[in-house]
């Protein structure tokens, strides 16, 4: 779609936040008017369309997307879409651990250790890890508590936890991010260890470079739609 508007601004709506181009609401692409809980959110996705070429990009505008998400899809079925990512919860990332070489074992303790500690204490839970990728099952509790966790918050707070969740695979790391224990960025550095291990140790491919580069766009989008949503 071509740009046909001059100016993006945040609007009054009757819950929230909405966006308007000159004058008129911003729509979902279900025609449903885009409204978000908070100014900030508003103002970062008005920024979106205001920055804007001359051709829309829906891969430049991660925010607008998101909250597309929360309005049309999850809303319609948010039982299901927070069940789909509490079953991460069954086979987190940061419980499969390298079996060499030690380098990279040492990394992952390092960065992925800390992570169940603070979800151990915060849940009050436990997790059983493993060298290897073989599934291995954890303990019922942890699973129904960290279920209860994602049932437990709203539209736009699951939008912008499932890229996180989805992307790292690491649902404890995404939790951690939403609850201020971490940093995106340092979120990032933790799931995506074994890719740039892999990329500085066998080789630079400019391809997987470019996926992962674009993942960690996504991350990184999902972890300030969250921090939005808090101001």
């Not at 954890?138 to 049932?151: F, S």
């Amino acid at each position: 779609m071509k740009r046909f508007w001059k100016q993006a601004e945040v609007v009054a709506a009757d819950v929230g936040f909405g966006i308007a181009l000159d004058g008129r609401r911003i729509k979902t692409p279900g025609h449903i008017d885009l409204a978000v809980p908070t100014q900030a959110l508003a103002d970062a996705i008005a920024s979106e369309w205001q920055l804007c070429g001359e051709t829309i990009e829906p891969q430049k505008m991660p925010l607008t997307g998101l909250a597309n998400a929360a309005i049309e899809r999850i809303a319609s079925d948010r039982g299901a879409f927070a069940a789909g990512l509490a079953r991460y919860a069954e086979s987190d990332l940061l419980c499969y651990r390298a079996e060499g070489p030690a380098a990279l074992v040492a990394l992952q303790e390092a960065s992925w250790d800390p992570l169940l500690g603070w979800a151990r204490r915060r849940y009050d839970i436990d997790f059983t890890c493993q060298p290897g990728v073989m599934h291995v099952a954890q303990p019922a509790e942890t699973i129904r508590k960290l279920d209860h966790a994602v049932a437990s918050l709203d539209d736009f707070q699951l939008a912008g936890l499932s890229p996180m969740v989805t992307i790292g695979g690491s649902l404890v790391t995404a939790l951690a991010v939403l609850e201020e224990y971490i940093l995106a960025e340092a979120a990032w550095e933790a799931v995506s260890i074994d890719d740039r291990w892999q990329l500085e140790h066998w080789g630079e491919d400019p391809e997987a470079r470019t996926a992962l580069d674009a993942r960690r766009s996504d991350f990184i989008a999902g972890a300030r739609f969250l921090q939005l949503l808090r101001r």
